[in-house]
Every structure is written in structure tokens, then in C-alpha cells.
């Protein structure tokens, strides 16, 4: 058994568990579990972006949504100076989400992160426990 996981009577995973399924309760109805995993994320974006950081964010929320997870919080950490310039800036501004998603659509939102341009860098970690 899983340290820190807990089971219902029904062998799922209390409160992360998502079923999934179509068609009649009949013969052709498969079930599908998902297990929610949580993540931690934290954006970078580049100063030059403005307007456009709350639309890349609304894109992203739509895909974690479509995929079947939530964000679970939301924080805007302001404009900071950067450590080191990063393709020429020295400021960006930081964006932290505590997400809840399946495992299999977090390389689906890796993808959209890594095509935006005003995404300057980016951290997306499993969150342990």
C-alpha cells in the first residue's frame, strides 16, 4: 500500500479518483480511472508580453481543463529581476498555479508552455505526498 494514499471500499484512490465512460451501462460501457496528481508551475514571462500573459493563462487553464484536472490556486508574484538575463531581459513576470491533473495530459501541457513565446521559462514539478 502507498504511503500517504488513501483507499476506499471500492479499491480507488479517495478523492483524486475520476471515472470516466459513455454508451449504456450495458455491455459496451468501459470505465476509465484517472488518478489527479498534483503539480506545482511557475511562469516566467517575458515584460514585453503585458495584456497577452492573461490569454496565454486562459489557454492554458482551457487545455488543464479539457484534460480532466483543475487549478487548485492561483498567484501573481509580480515583476522580479532576474538572476541572469534570459534572451535579453533582466526582469519577467512570475506566475505560480498549483495544478491537479492526470499524469498522462502533462506532457500535453508542457507542449502549450513551451510554444509560447512571452513564456520566457518555466517549472512544472510533481508535488510529492
Do not use: H
Not at 33 to 57: C, H, Q, R
Amino acid at each position: 500500500m502507498c504511503q500517504g494514499v488513501s483507499f476506499d471500499r471500492m479499491g480507488g484512490v479517495g478523492g483524486f479518483e475520476t471515472v470516466v465512460g459513455g454508451g449504456n451501462l450495458g455491455t459496451d460501457f468501459e470505465a476509465k480511472t484517472e488518478i489527479m496528481s498534483k503539480y506545482e508551475l511557475v511562469l516566467v514571462f517575458s515584460p514585453k508580453a503585458g495584456p497577452g500573459v492573461e490569454k496565454v493563462l486562459e489557454l492554458l487553464s482551457k487545455s488543464i481543463t479539457e484534460s480532466g484536472g483543475r487549478i487548485v490556486k492561483r498567484e501573481d508574484w509580480g515583476k522580479k529581476t532576474l538572476a541572469y538575463p534570459i534572451n535579453k531581459f533582466t526582469e519577467g513576470e512570475y506566475i505560480y498555479a498549483a495544478i491537479e491533473i492526470p499524469e498522462e495530459a502533462v506532457s500535453k501541457v508542457d507542449r502549450k508552455i513551451k510554444v509560447e513565446e512571452s513564456v520566457i521559462r518555466y517549472l512544472l514539478v510533481r508535488k510529492d505526498g
